[in-house]
């Protein structure tokens, strides 16, 4: 298992590097991020994969996100893990995200409630400003999660003046599944570009500021291409996932 994971991670850098060569010189030197996405996987492949070279870890499940983080054999054998919290974040469960060691980002800040609840629970560990990413639904998908890209300004502001204890590092999206890339590019990639566009004009950011993070298995290489700086990136390198009955969009509302 572990010796797969570790061709499955090769295979994705191989590709992840190709797709850098591929971008337009614009973007050519903007390093984009890799995030393994481990979610249903047990540990022992977190850390072939770690021992392999990945650092960045990502889990939508805030249960599992706990375990594994907190788990004696991770701390010990992956001292530099950065863990992403990909999941939908229910404002009551904000202290288990916050009780997180090595917690790197929160993709998925979706409210100006929510946000405001992992500032102030964050503020009372006075550590450096936690990472947080602004979850824009870019596919008007009833079942995706995410703010309206039109709402999301607003909360990207509020988190710059009333959420000190947070860090604005970008907007993420899902999007919607199995988009025919034949088609041309992926509308939910525009959507999120042209979304930091209006944030940054409305609130007088720098793009290259503001961070995207969007691609996943089946689109990381297209993403990369048009400038996404962090892809999130789980059956590809860990196997195909045993999906309990919910698609992993609707999961962690336990
Ligand atoms: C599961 C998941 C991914 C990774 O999906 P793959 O298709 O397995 O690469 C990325 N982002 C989010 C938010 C996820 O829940």
Known sequence: ????????????????????????????????????????????LIIAAYEAGQRH??????QELNQKSNDAEILSKCPEIRWHFIGRLQRNKVSKVVNTPNLYMVETIDSAKLASALHEAWGKF???????MVQVNTSAE?????????????????????CPNLK??????????GYDISLGPNPDFQVLTKCRLDVCQKLGLKSDEVELSMGMSDDFEHAIE???????????IFGARLYKPKSPTHEDQK
């Open 142 to 162: 009833a079942e995706k999660g995410g703010l309206k890209p039109e709402e999301t300004p607003d909360v990207v502001s509020h988190v710059l003046e009333k």
């Open 126 to 132: 006075g550590k450096e400003p936690i990472k947080i």
């Open 168 to 177: 604005f590092a970008g907007l993420m999206t899902i999007g919607q599944y």
């Open 1 to 44: 298992m572990g010796e797969a994971v570790k061709a499955g991670l090769k295979s994705v850098l191989e590709r992840f590097e190709a797709a850098c060569k591929r971008r337009p010189p614009e973007l050519s030197l903007i390093r984009p991020r890799l995030v393994a996405v481990s979610k249903t996987k047990p540990n022992e």
């Open 226 to 236: 048009v400038g996404s700086t962090n892809v999130r990136v789980g059956s590809s």
């Open 57 to 62: 870890f990502g889990e939508n499940y805030i």
